[in-house]
């Protein structure tokens, strides 16, 4: 089983910034792609930024500009660094990751999410 724990989330002002971390830990052969996905309030999940093995990154376009996603491959860990936020981006933050498991098999893993809050 694999456990992927966020942290970073909180309240703050329109204009200020978060980091939001997540640490993934278990059994596991490979962590392939690492993604940031978000829920706001009466909404469905929708993807924020994702980063492969590789280091390519995507991101949807309200995002993109402000947010900037990484990971550190040796320490299990995707970031998710947040810039200019802006009320609409608040909600839940949830951190997923593909992961390819011992015996070779593809399943993907949740956080439990992290709350983003952004006052106007």
């Known amino acids: 089983q694999v456990q992927l724990v966020e942290s970073g989330g909180g309240l703050v002002q329109a204009g200020g910034s978060l980091r939001l971390s997540c640490a993934a830990s278990g059994r596991m052969f490979r962590i392939n792609s690492m993604g940031w996905y978000r829920q706001a309030p009466g909404k469905q999940r929708e993807l924020a930024a994702v980063i492969t093995s590789g280091g390519d990154r995507n991101y949807a376009d309200p995002v993109k500009g402000r947010f900037t996603i990484s990971r550190d491959n040796a320490k299990n860990m995707v970031y998710l660094q947040t810039n200019n936020l802006k009320p609409e981006d608040t909600g839940v933050y949830y951190c997923?990751?593909?992961?390819?498991?011992?015996?070779?098999?593809?399943?993907?893993?949740w956080g439990q999410g992290t709350q983003v809050t952004v006052s106007s």
């Open positions: 997923n990751a593909d992961v390819t498991t011992p015996n070779l098999l593809h399943i993907t893993y």
